[in-house]
């Protein structure tokens, strides 16, 4: 099979012919038909020290959001047929520890990452363990299908706590900033501000539902603007997507008092607060998101999805081959872009 192979410890990815992979009592093999482009791609892609941090597998097939059909199955299983539409949960949960035995496998003590830890998704097949697999309706589109794994994260930080008739900041409008624009304006947000550097991402953003508001951080005081438009008061709910530190600064600074703040964007080194000022003499409540809750995030990501409500496919806004996955992981680093989709099959 035709798949996007990190061959080795530096820059790069190349298209290769592999065998397709052969699974186990517990796994299913999947026909992939459409992937999407994560930011977890591009470190891949760079082999920069993130890759090394997490212990990356190498070498490998890269690649973790995607969508395909189901076309065998190992004897162990027994929720996912032959023929099911399935999107892959990226973390593969032990089943056996504290966590997982407490209904939090997605923080799983020896949890294991698809396309990180194991043979990814920009193949014609892929095969994942059984929990893992997320049966779709029939009449989903594979490109829907292909964003549910981080439009699930949007779902996880934005409802993680009262929402609805509360002001909320979105920092950093990639695709899941966007999707968490769209979670929020459903969900009842009373106004949502959406803050980024880039233009492109920021003029997208505004689509995603009505009068929300852009904000330029290069170029417009994001405080004094949110500040000025909650009345003096600051936000209620603030989901940071960005993860940098000037992004996180600022969203502290913007959430108001007994707010709520989701960290979700990861920084490649530590940030300094004013905890006093911003943590403390607020009552703020600060959540740490990361992926998405197995399975609550997804069945209330199934809902909206299947409700009409919302339009993820706003967000998609360039596809490319499986030939071209050099070219779509460089779209995605470069930024002027929403969700990068890979057609496979
Ligand atoms: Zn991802
Ligand atoms: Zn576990």
Redesign the pocket.
């Known amino acids: 099979m035709k798949a996007a192979y990190k061959a080795n410890r530096e820059k790069g990815i190349e298209i290769r012919d592999i065998p397709v992979p052969k699974i186990s009592s517990n796994e299913v093999l999947v026909k992939v038909k459409k992937a999407?482009i994560?930011?977890?791609?591009i470190h891949l892609y760079e082999w920069n020290d993130w890759c090394e941090n997490v212990n990356a597998k190498n070498p490998m097939v890269i690649g973790?959001?995607f969508c395909g059909e189901v076309v065998e199955v190992g004897k162990n299983v027994r929720s996912i047929k032959e023929g099911y539409l399935v999107a892959g949960e990226?973390h593969i949960p032990c089943g056996q520890c504290n966590m997982c035995k407490t209904g939090k496998q997605h923080i799983c003590q020896n949890m294991k990452i698809i396309g990180v830890h194991t043979d990814g998704a920009f193949a014609e097949y892929i095969k994942i363990p059984e929990v893992c697999a997320w049966q779709l309706s029939k009449s989903t589109s594979p490109e829907v299908g292909a964003i549910y794994?981080?439009f699930a994260?949007a779902v996880h930080g934005v409802l993680k706590d009262k929402i609805a008739g509360l002001s909320t900041v979105i920092i950093g409008a990639g695709p899941i900033g966007m999707f968490a624009v769209e979670v929020a304006n459903v969900a009842g947000s009373s106004q949502i501000f959406v803050v980024d550097i880039n233009e492109y991402r920021l003029n997208l953003a505004i689509k995603m539902g009505k009068n929300i508001i852009a904000l330029n951080s290069n170029k417009e005081d994001v405080v004094k603007v949110i500040r000025e438009k909650t009345g003096g008061i600051g936000a209620e709910v603030v989901i940071e997507l960005s993860g940098s530190t000037a992004g996180t600064k600022n969203g502290f600074e913007v959430l108001g008092k007994s707010g709520r703040i989701c960290l979700i964007g990861l920084h490649s080194k530590e940030v300094t607060l004013d905890l006093v000022n911003n943590v403390i003499y607020k009552e703020s409540t600060i959540y740490g998101i990361t992926g998405r809750e197995m399975f609550d995030s997804w069945y209330l990501a199934d809902n909206l999805m299947q409700s009409g409500k919302i339009d993820v496919k706003k967000v998609i806004t360039h596809e490319f081959s499986l030939d071209e996955t050099e070219k779509a992981i460089l779209t995605a680093k470069e930024g002027n872009c929403g969700k990068v989709i890979l057609n496979i099959s």
């Open positions: 999407a994560c930011g977890t791609d973790h959001e990226t794994e981080p994260i």
